[in-house]
């Protein structure tokens, strides 16, 4: 009896559901799903750090809502790894916090520019560390035949290598970080109250010091990095979820 039951209760339930699941399932024909700046970056293999700036700093996610919301479009300027081992030992490690969103964020143009554009683009070009402010964080490209280099001020590098091409997102390989020259001027002095305290100085310390020894061989700490990605993933696809309703 509770066979017969169980097995009508099956019955009913796909003649209802059936349908449905039909009509829902036909309609959505897409193939290209969004893009995914983490994704085109793995796959060419050779930006664990910028990756690891990206998702740290949530600019990943900025990124691939802008370019799916925005008609301008954006360009990405990816370090590789080896321009990050490259710099002077500990350079990522004395920025602050918000330094280094900004670090991120300067190799980050709110607008698609073809490897032709830049050549004549018109300088300094704004990046999303200008904010409202045209006169910061600005990247000068100057061109010659057809190669583009792009500039800091303090750091210049050409642009050899398009790992995306089409609107609405570039992104090119940078052999060596983006530095800005902001960095290297002097601070506003707004931003240092002294507590006056025990002198002990030690207030710029949490910048990151968790952050040192991952640097070395991006070859096999692929277990640990999966389990933090499809973390991640969940809990996008949680807040994607959360939004879109
Ligand atoms: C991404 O960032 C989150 C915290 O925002 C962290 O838990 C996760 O491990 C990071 N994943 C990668 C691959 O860096
Ligand atoms: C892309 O944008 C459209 C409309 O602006 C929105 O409906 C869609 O959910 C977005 N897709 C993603 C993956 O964000
Ligand atoms: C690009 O920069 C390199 C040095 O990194 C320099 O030798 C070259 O002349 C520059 N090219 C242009 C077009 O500015
Ligand atoms: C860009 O070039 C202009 C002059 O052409 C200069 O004033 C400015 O400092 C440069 N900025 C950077 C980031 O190199
Ligand atoms: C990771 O280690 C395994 C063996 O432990 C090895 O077969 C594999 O080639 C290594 N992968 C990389 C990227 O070094
Ligand atoms: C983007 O790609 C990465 C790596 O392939 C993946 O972990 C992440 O879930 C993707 N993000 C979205 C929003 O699909």
Redesign the pocket.
């Given at each position: 009896m509770a066979l017969i039951l169980l097995s009508l209760t099956t019955l009913l339930l796909s003649l209802f559901l059936l349908p449905t699941a039909h009509a829902q399932s036909a309609p959505p024909p897409t193939p290209a799903g969004p893009i995914n700046i983490t994704a085109i970056l793995e796959k060419a293999n050779q930006y664990t750090t910028f990756?690891?700036l990206l998702?740290?700093t949530q600019a990943a996610n900025q990124i691939n809502n802008q370019v799916n919301n925005s008609h301008d479009g954006m360009t990405v300027f990816a370090p590789t790894d080896n321009a990050f081992n490259n710099l002077p030992p500990g350079t990522l490690n004395k920025l602050t916090n918000q330094q280094q969103v900004q670090l991120v964020l300067y190799h980050i143009c709110p607008k698609f520019y073809s490897l032709e554009s830049l050549l004549t683009v018109s300088n300094p070009v704004r990046t999303q560390a200008s904010g409202q402010d045209n006169q910061v964080f600005g990247l000068n490209f100057t061109g010659q035949g057809n190669q583009v280099n792009v500039s800091t001020g303090i750091v210049e590098v050409p642009i050899y290598n398009a790992l995306r091409k089409d609107p609405p997102l570039a992104v090119y390989q940078v052999d060596k970080v983006l530095i800005p020259k902001e960095f290297s001027e002097p601070k506003p002095p707004a931003a240092s109250p002294p507590p006056n305290g025990d002198g002990s100085g030690s207030a710029a310390k949490d910048g990151g010091a968790a952050k040192a020894p991952s640097t070395s061989s991006p070859g096999n700490g692929s277990g640990k990095?999966n389990v933090?990605?499809g973390?991640?993933s969940g809990i996008l696809l949680l807040c994607m979820g959360l939004l879109s309703s």
């Open positions: 990756i690891r998702n740290e990095m933090g990605f973390l991640v």
